[in-house]
Nanobody
């Protein structure tokens, strides 16, 4: 059973930066894809980024490309989401999730089996 714990959520002003971490534990992590999702109040959960094992492939949705960066440190079993130039519409609960499907140009929630509890990011002036 893979377990995931997010950290790093914060309240920042527009234009600010936040770096989220996702600490993973469990079997076969070296074969896993890590995805980041977010959910704003009253909206469906949205996939924003994913990174393949060994960081061979990464994907960022159009809404965050150019502002967010996804990475992972396999030696530490930790993935990161660096978020820069934050906007109020980036506000939400951010979840990391693990999948044994490869990262692709569509971060499909149904392909992610293991989920963290989420961390809150608020962007407001």
């Amino acid at each position: 059973q893979v377990q995931l714990v997010e950290s790093g959520g914060a309240s920042v002003q527009p234009g600010g930066s936040v770096k989220l971490s996702c600490a993973a534990s469990g079997p076969h992590l070296e074969y896993s894809t890590i995805g980041w999702f977010r959910q704003a109040p009253g909206t469906e959960r949205e996939g924003v980024a994913c990174v393949n094992w060994h960081s061979e492939y990464t994907y960022l949705s159009e809404r965050v490309a150019g502002r967010f960066t996804i990475s992972r440190d396999d030696a530490k079993n930790t993935a990161f989401l660096q978020m820069d130039s934050l906007k109020p519409e980036d506000t939400g609960i951010y979840f990391c999730a693990a999948s044994y499907y490869p990262c692709s140009d569509k971060v499909r929630e149904d392909r992610y089996k293991f989920w963290g509890q989420g961390t809150q990011v608020t962007v407001s002036s």
